[in-house]
Structure formats: C-alpha cells, structure tokens
C-alpha cells in the first residue's frame, strides 16, 4: 500500500474546506491534520498502513452526522475506526480522506436492567460494557479476545464474536437496535427497545458486519444476559487431531451447550513444547479446552455428560479446574500461544475461516499438507464449536519466495474451505485483505443485491471506500 | 376489501398468456384458474380476503424462478404463501394475480445432525421439522402456537416465534442461510452452512420478516439446538397484574432464563372463571406459567430459584406440575384461552404489540382504562419475558359503533405502545392490518431505506405489493 502522506489526486484545498466546516462544530482539540499526528490513525491490526488527511474526534450523534454531510458534500472518503484492533485492514483510510474516530464517543447512555438492556456510544470499549453490566449481573456475549483495547463500533462493524458464540451468538444475535449515520448523512434508527419485534425490514442485521461500508453506528442498544451462576473448565488432550475433532462433534450434539470449545492442533502442541516451559505429554497432538456454565448443582452431571463425549482411545488426559488457579494453569496452553507467536513469527498471517464441525479434522490434516508443499509453518487454533479456525501462516515478509508461496498457500485454503461449504471469515470480515475472494464467496446475484445496498445508503460511496467489495466496484 | 373475483385492471388476456407459459413448466395439476378453486387461497388468518387470479404450486426453486420471471415480465402481482395462518393480511393478494403457494414445496433436503442444522423447502410445517429434529435430538426454536399447521416459509417471513423466544430467540437467530428468488427472478443464495460467518451485508436476516416483498424464499438452513434433558412448569396465581409483572422482572433477571414465561391477565382469569369449568381462587387477578428447562440435577435449585423470584404478599399459589399429567393441568388454563375467545367472539382482533418487560404491568392497567372508555371488552395474555402482549378486542363486527370504537381504541394501544419504547409487532408482522401504523413506528429515513431496499430487491413492485408500507408508496 501506499504511503504517502496525502491524496495526490484530492487537493489540500478541499480538506481545508473541510477543516473550516468542522472547526467551529468540533473545536480544534478534535481534529487533527499535521500528517505526524494523523499518522498512527492510518494502520490497524492487519499492519497495513495510509495516512489519513485529516483525523477527526466527534463526541456526539450529532456531530457525526456533521462530519458525513461535509465528506458527502465535498467528496471526501470517511473511514470510521474503533481502537484499530481489527485484522483485515478494514479501518485503514486506503483513499486517504477523513478518518472519524470514536475514541471520544465512550459514554455508556443508559443502563436498563430491568429491561435487560445497555445503550452505548461506539468508542466504548468491550471491557468496559462487561464491567459495566457485570454489576448489574449480566454479560454481553461477544467476547473478542482484545476485548480490553477493542471497541464495541468495531465489535459491530465486524460482527465480532469470540468463544462464547457457540452457545450465546454473535453481535447480531445481541444487538436490539443502533442508530447510525448513513452515506447521505441521513440520522437513522434502526430496531427495537424490546427482546422482540418484526416491523419492517432488518435494517440492524443489516448494518452489524458492514464493516463502516454503510452508516457510521452512534449508538447500539447491546442486549444483556445475566451472568451464570458458575463456570468449569476442562482440558482434553488428544493423541490425534482426528480424535479431538470426533469429540467436538459428539459434545455438540448433546444438550451441555459449552460457553467455550477451544482447540489447539499439532502444529501449535509442539510450538508450545519448544517454545515453553509448559509440559506436555510426548504424544499429545490436539488439545480441547471444554467450559461450561449454569447452575452450580448442574455440575457434577454436565462434566460428566462433557467427559463421556471427550471419551476415545486415544485420549490422553482430560482434566478439571476446580479452582482459580488451577483454571489459569489449564487457560496457560492457549494464553501462551498468542505471544508466542507474536516472538516467533512477526509478521504472520492470521486468518478465521470456518468450516462444518464435521470438517474440522479434515481441514487441519490439509493444512498441514499444505505446509510441507509450500515450505510454510502453519499452526491452527480457535473455536471448535463453531468450527472456526485461526489458521495461523508463520511467515518470513523479508524473503519474497515466501511471501508468494503465503499468498499461493492462502487461496489453497480459501478454496478448500469454501470446497467444504466453509466461509471464509467467522469474526474478522473481509475488509482489504480478502476483498478479492469476495467473488469466490458469495455468488453474482446476492453479490449485486449488497452493492445496489451499498449504494442506496452510500450513493456517492464515501464510506469506507475500497472495502470488503474489490476496489473496481468502488467511485470515490 | 373489495371480493370480485378477478382485478378489473388486469385483464383476462395477461393472465391467460400467464398460463400458457407456466403450463408446460408446471403441469396442468399444479395450476389453479378457476375462481371458485381460488378462493380459498385469497384468505389467511386476519379473514380479509380478495381472490387471487391464479394459484401455482411450485415443487422447486426452478419452478418458482420461472413463475416469478414470468410475472415480472407481465407485471402480474405475485404473493407467497404458506398455509395462511398469519394474522395481518400479508398472504391476501390485495392486488389479485397470483398466489404462490408453497404447499408442494414440503421436502425436508437434507439432515446433517453433525453440523447440527436442517435444509427445508418454505413448505415444511413446523411440526415436521420439530418431529425430523427431534429424531435427532435437536429442535428448532421458533415454536409458535400454530406449529402444527403453519409453515417455514411463514415463520421466516413474520419472524414468528412463540414462548420459546424468550431463553431461544425467534427465526432470525436462528436461521444460517436462505435460498430465494428476488422480485427481478435473480435466483440467490444468502448466509452460510456454518454457524458463525461475516461476509457482505446480512441479506439472511433481511429476509426474514419482510413478508414475502422482497424474495420468495425456496429454501431454509435452520440452525438446530439439542434438545434439553428435561424440562419443569410451574404455575403462579397472583392478586394484582402488578405483582405478576414484577416477579416477571425478577426471573428475567437471573440466571434462570425459562424456556417459557406466559402471562394471563385478569380480563383473562374473569373469562375463564365464568366460562370453563376450571377452577380458580376467587381472588386470583393475574397467572404466569413458568417453564424451566435444562440439566435434571439442575431443577430443583432452578425451580427454588423462580419460586423465590416469584414470591410476593400478592402470590396467592405456586405450584409445579411433575407429571405430564400435572402439565397438562397447569396448561389448561393457556390452552383453554384460545377456543374460548373464539367462542366468545370469533372476529377478536388479536394484537401482538411489545412493551419493555418493565412497562407491562402498566400497559395492561391502561388496556382496561381503554375498555371502560370504548365499551369494548378487552383480554390480554401472552409472552411476558418479551414483554410481548396478545391484546384482544373482543368486539361484534356486525355493530358499526364498536368497530369503529375498536380502530379508535386500537390507534390508543398502538400510540401508548410506541410511547412506552414498544414495538408494534412481536411475531405477526406488519401485513396490511398494521401498515398504516408504520410511519408511527418508524422513522422517516430509515422507512425510506427500506423502501429503497424494496426496490433494489423488486424493481417493478410485483412481491406482495400494498404489504408493510402503506399502499401508496407501492405502484403495481
């Protein structure tokens, strides 16, 4: 990408029209324009980096909808960004332009328990909504593992989950309703005050997991589920993939839902055993961590119901925390993965296909057949129940044989997942870095169906140009 | 509603040309002119009618591809329909032409109890994917009270649900993906076989609940939950409506969630008194019906935990049934309700409108104020942890003064609803019982984007036109 510091094709003229617009709305402490302030709003996650024009800072509903009425009227692409923490390049500002950040939009609006309800601007932070509603006694589902640094604007955009999806949902099944700035400015609300409701179409659906593409959200009125009584954890190790992917499925199909269904394949059992202290069994090649939640005098029997599904011969060991601590020590395998990775491997690729439960052990075998002939490591963690994997390409970006074979490699799986009725992303979305498999996704007409919808909302296309759909489709 | 049997402005001539083309397609079996076999398909549960033109009965998505197709060649209105149990209108073809009827359309495609999901054509009842789940250990949740004879593709398109919403959610989450055929006879393919997924805008969900103006869906991946290991029902008999709905309240606020919280109010209770033989305390005003689900070990504190929820100087009796027998009983009551409102007044009107849990006391207060004001006799029951109340207007639409008290009363219930942060609608819909309303309940862009929508998906407005918006925004 590039990465210069502003449009050659959009003359600074134009943005300071803009910053005079905004200027007496917002104050000069909400906007930035000196390229070297402007410059760490142009990255996320995804390393991908654009230096943004002009950085703005809105604190209300109101002012957003001020900020796209000037980018609509001048032309000027707006990229709205949570905290950046996304993975797909979807909050970088690839045309340059307005990058609306809701970093000062963090006020929780209301609390309802009685309604068993929040209303938050986008800027709050995931955190900060469980903690909020904890004290109320509830939770709200989506559960990122950045859910300390990362924005509920953003959990939205992406339609983010985590590992409680598999027995809670996603975002879209834990939003109410959002109220939204649209492309043309246009104030929208969309959804219910109510756990129920079916009038007119479903405009909040529709927005969660648009990645910015179609309205800047200002505010989500988050559904809240009372916190379980208590929670248990367990580890099964596993001689084979294979094994741990069969007893997936057989705990899948009873009626302990677990709030967590965590995998680790062989690639990263032997990362871990190389790279750490912690002990392993010498023949352990997948792990499962099991949680489950519910009532306290459930326990005994649904860890058991969970112990006879994890039942097979090559079944190692499977074990149960009963107290804090011993719960970190079972966390410890999957904690430690993620800075490892981040020591051995930089600058790897982390994608989060999803594939039928049913494939899971197929899929994993392939990807380590794919290793080999690409001369690639690949090691795959994520969230079983919901057979979405977090295949994890451990590339060297300084030597461009192995670039190429990562990008050869990464069709390779895309292909396969979608072979296997998969999809390409559970939780991270498309944004730049998977814009041109779009086409191999989603067929032509549903395709063309979400581009007339695209521009229904957004006719001169000025929100978050580029993204998700291939950059052809796009005008600004 | 106008009952001549065919539109004055379509002229016979298109419709003949109408055959000619699907004759060879569908057979002379699967093709209803005559208006005497018609009629009956002009009806649905609201007893508007207006006779279609044609009746089609499609067995494939193929079939409905070219039915649609040709309609939009000759600009033929064109409404899908299940077995016409909704309640608004949306199956009556207001404007004549043709009724799809997806009766034929009733094959179960395909099982996949490992990915835990079921493939159905609109056709299916209810029931049957309940009983084909149940085989499996699964059930859908979308349970509403007409299961036994409504159809997928009517749930989907009202977003129907039923007591199991509450701790399940309605058909929007739990449905993976839908095939369907938009207005322009672009054969589509929307959401996912996998459980989680986030790619392009959710056309999955905007599918559901538009009744059938913007795709005929042909079919439906239904996401399946297993089925719990047991399940208790509880029975508590109040002195006021005001301490029912606050123990509502309580139990929605604990981890307990029930699979089941229906309420009768004391309209209700008078009405069951004086026409069943079913035995009440005489100072019982108000009745929930609480059913639990889950783990065995887990019912007795779960059950301790309602009741201590439940608790109040106005619980006049707590029981739980545990026996089916004793089930049976406690239901009886519920079940009671329906066939006695059809004895009693067999033109009720039957609203689903929804408050904030927390305003539903109140609400059903005001409903009797109402009453009084109107001389009408009102009786409320329905989903309490949902806040969604079936209010009924039990009026003799042979007396002009009451059914035009019964419009001027229902304007109040809708305005009280929407300013209490309500919903108009729960599970029925819009159709063109409430379409009037609509502007009430939404806001003018967001209206307007669907509108647009409508467009984007049915250009020449032949799905199911004069449905939702109000007839004057349609033009077939």
Redesign the interface.
Known sequence: LSTNNHSSARDRETIEQLINILRPQLGDENILSDPNECWTYGYDNSRLHCCPDLVVFPRTHEEVQVIVQACHDLLIPLVARGRGTGTTGAAVPIRHGVVLSTEKMDRVIEV?????LMIVQPGVLNETVQQTAKE??FFWPPDPSSASVCSIGGNLA??S?GPR??KY??A??NTLGLRAV?GQA?????G????????????T??L???EGT?AVITEATLKL?????TKSLMRAIYKTMQAAAQAV?RI??????PCALEFIDTACVNLIRENSSISLPPDANALLLIEVD?????M???LQAIRDCAQAPELIAIDTANTPQAVTQLWQVRKALSPLLRDIAPKKINEDI?????HLAEFIEHTQFLAEQYQIQIVNFG?AG???IHVNLLIDPNDPQQTKNADDCLREVFALTLKM??????????GIA?SAF?TD???P??????Q???R??DPKMILNPGK?FSSSEQNT
């Open positions: 309802d328990p009685l309604n068993r109320f006694g992406h339609n989950a999806a598999i949902g996603t879209r099944e649209t246009k104030a929208i609300q969309t219910f005050y109510t756990t129920k409701g079916t009038v007119g179409f479903d405009l659906r529709l969660i997991g648009s179609l589920i009372p916190l379980p009584e499925m899948m199909q009873q009626p302990v839902i519910g009532m306290r005098a459930a005994p029997d649904s999803v594939v039928p439960v049913s969230h919901n057979g979405n009725r998969g999809t390409l992303s559970g939780e991270h979305g498309i998977k779009l996704a989603i067929e007409n549903a395709l063309a169906l979400m007339q919808i695209k229904v909302f998700i």
